[in-house]
């Protein structure tokens, strides 16, 4: 059986694998990543995470951690 995922490139460094039938985050998430405010001493939260490219996006910076919450 062939797998269906798809790799996604998020920045030169960053990558993810999608299943296009499932949940795939859209530019929305990535556009707002890049919005939100960068202090090194925060440590930001992502309530309802989805598959996670907030925080992933959010990893590049110089945070001491990344949380994201997701409620199954």
Do not use: H
């Amino acid at each position: 059986m062939k797998s269906k995922l798809r790799l996604d490139r998020l920045t030169d460094r960053l990558f993810i694998y999608q299943n296009p039938e499932g949940f795939c985050f859209g530019t929305d998430a990535v556009l707002l990543a890049w919005f939100c405010r960068r202090k090194k001493a925060s440590r930001p939260v992502d309530l309802c995470s989805g598959n996670g490219v907030i925080p992933l996006l959010l990893s590049e910076g110089s945070y001491p951690a990344i949380y994201g919450v997701e409620l199954l």
